[in-house]
């Protein structure tokens, strides 16, 4: 079971936090200003790593250890101009001086900041991007006024059943009905295609489907996720999403227009994927690396997990993908895929993917059974996860 959250004043510290990541600037640091930024920052992540509270030494080993995600996700941000807001907000948080200058790191009160930094980004970005990210809806797949209006055409966009039904009909389209990463084809649309062309029945290279060896359903997955834009309530974006917008476009300064509201949707930030390889992508167990002087939008398909986890799937695997003749339904994107790689990696070696996985199965747990006794259940993140799903401010 998860460890409930310390009353420890880092947690009631958090809720001081909510201003401090609306970062407008979009100037560089100086080269010194940088450098003994980034000197004292991690002066202050060595100082506190392993200390009480920062959830490295936990034998149950279901914490996180907050020093080493405050750290990745300062070296994982994707831009100088992204790492020094990083930074901007980090010693704004602890209420400190980026240079240092006979500011103590020892004393409580940074204590209680530097630890409630960390959860602030915790609960507000990686614990619901988590636990939302394979929650993409599957509707029925449109046809070809799916793939205009995808594009802005034929009236634009509509309600979101019909748009990510449309969204769908494009990605599978444009992914030749194929899982990018197995390239199993569809087996909706083997099934149609065998019904009407029999044993001539063939993919888009015009090989004959009865050479196949399985079919499968596949499903649109989103890079990142459809709920991060989704409204609940009201027509405007709670608060607990509009900080989780706030700290990804701090980690990737400027992305936020390429998600903003129905842009979420976008071709871009989708990927065909069979429904276990979405499950996969979804819990941030396999990410894409770019392959270095290879063909455009060619990736290794990387994960930390053993194949007997991935359901046999043998990794590394090298993919290109896929793009229509004409260009006009666009790529899955080099940037949205970068955030998602770096997200797993920061997941992976701060502890905290297994950390949430603990928590989302208390979640299930708790919904089921209810609380446990012992309070083991983290009924404060547990709370806080179930309304910011429900698109409700927490």
Not at 124 to 142: D, E, Y
Not at 147 to 171: D, K, M, N, W, Y
Request: hydrophobic share 35%; glycine share 8%.
């Amino acid at each position: 079971m998860v460890p409930p959250s310390p009353s420890s004043p880092h947690h009631r510290h958090q809720s001081s936090l909510e201003g401090i990541i609306d970062l407008k600037t979009e100037e560089l640091l100086s080269s010194d200003t940088r450098d003994r930024a980034k000197q004292r920052f991690y002066q202050i992540v060595d100082h506190f790593e392993g200390s009480p509270g920062d959830g490295a030494d936990d034998t149950a080993g279901s914490e996180y250890s907050r020093s080493r995600l405050l750290r990745l996700t300062h070296d994982h941000a994707l831009s100088p101009l992204s790492q020094d807001n990083f930074l901007r907000a980090f010693f704004s948080s602890l209420e400190l001086s980026m240079d240092g200058d006979g500011e103590p790191v020892t004393d409580e009160p940074v204590r209680v900041k530097f630890f409630g930094f960390a959860d602030y980004l915790f609960n507000n970005f990686f614990l619901p991007l988590k636990a939302s990210a394979t929650k993409t809806p599957q509707p029925t797949p449109a046809f070809h006024s799916a793939i205009q209006r995808i594009q802005g055409g034929a009236g634009g966009f509509v309600g979101t059943p019909e748009r990510i039904s449309a969204l769908r009909g494009a990605c599978l389209f444009r992914d030749r009905y194929r899982c990018i990463v197995t390239r199993t084809f569809d087996r909706t649309e083997a099934r149609k295609r065998m019904k009407r062309d029999r044993l001539d029945a063939r993919d888009e290279n015009g090989n004959l489907l009865s050479e196949e060896q399985a079919f499968q359903a596949l499903e649109v997955a989103h890079i990142l996720p459809h709920s991060l834009t989704s409204l609940g309530r009201g027509d405007e974006l709670n608060p607990s999403k509009q900080a989780a917008l706030a700290i990804l476009n701090m980690f990737d300064h400027g992305v936020g227009p390429l998600i903003d509201g129905v842009d979420i949707d976008r071709p871009y930030n989708a990927l065909t994927l069979t429904r276990d390889i979405h499950g996969l992508f979804g819990e941030f167990s396999i990410y894409f690396e770019p392959v270095p002087d290879a063909a455009p939008h060619t990736y290794r398909i990387q994960s930390f997990d053993p194949s007997a986890i991935l359901g046999g799937l043998d990794l590394p695997i090298t993919r290109t993908l896929f793009l229509t003749d004409d260009r006009t339904i666009d790529p899955p994107s080099a940037r949205l895929l970068a955030i998602h790689s770096a997200i797993a990696r920061i997941l992976h070696l701060s502890a905290a993917g297994s950390y949430i996985d603990s928590i989302l199965w208390d979640m299930e747990a708790a919904g089921e059974a209810g609380a446990e006794a012992d309070g083991s259940t983290d009924l404060g993140r547990l709370v806080h996860l179930r309304l910011w799903l429900d698109g409700i401010g927490a």
